[in-house]
Each structure stands twice: as C-alpha cells, then as structure tokens.
C-alpha cells in the first residue's frame, strides 16, 4: 500500500498561485499513476491532473496547472497559477498501481484551497 499526505492548501486571492504538495511512502515503487483530484461542495469529485507515463490536465485547468513529480523525494507537486473562484474545493492525491491482488488505489485525506474573487 501507499499512504499520502496532501498539504499547501489556503485562501488565497483569484490571480494568485499556490503550490499543493503530495507526500508519498510506502510501496512508491510499484505505482503507476498519481493524480490530483478536486471536489467542491456539491459535486462529485472530478480528476485535475495526472502523471503516469506523461502528463494529462483537465481542460479547465490546462495552461494554468502544472503537475510534477519529484522521485527522489516521493512527492509530487501541483503548481496552480492564475487561480479562480471556481478552483475553490477541497484537493486530494491519488495513487494506483501494483498487480492482481496486489493492486492498490490510495487517496489522501485532502487539503482545501479557497479562491476569494
């Protein structure tokens, strides 16, 4: 199993940045592809950015979000610039991978970011 722990939520002003931070342990090695999801209240959660074999972005965040991972360190990163109130919602990392009955889908408990207009 992996265990992962988000952090760099706040409120922040709509134009600014944030960098959320995704901190992995465990079986890190056998993991296929990290995601950073978002759900705000009301709606269901929805995949932001992903890193597997290359890199994949939802539209409304494509060009303003950057996702990285950094190997060495076991964590990865979600850069988001230009933020707007509707990026409000709470943040989670995602982490699949492994085989057969050693397959495993791990999530974070999450972090909130807030986008004040």
């Known amino acids: 199993q992996v265990r992962l722990v988000e952090s760099g939520g706040a409120l922040v002003q709509a134009g600014g940045s944030l960098r959320l931070t995704c901190a992995l342990s465990?079986?890190?090695?056998?993991?296929?592809?990290i995601g950073w999801y978002r759900q705000a209240p009301g709606k269901q959660r929805a995949l932001v950015a992903s890193?597997?074999?290359?890199?994949d972005y939802a539209d409304a965040v494509k060009g303003r979000f950057t996702i990285s991972r950094d190997n060495a360190k076991n964590t990865v990163y979600l850069q988001m610039n230009s933020l707007k109130p509707e990026d409000t919602a709470v943040y989670y990392c995602?982490?699949?991978?492994?085989?057969?009955?050693?397959?495993?889908?791990?999530w974070g408990q999450g972090t909130q970011v807030t986008v004040s207009s």
């Open positions: 890193v597997g074999g290359g890199t």
């Open positions: 465990g079986r890190t090695f056998n993991i296929h592809i």
């Open positions: 995602n982490a699949k991978g492994g085989y057969g009955l050693g397959y495993f889908d791990s």
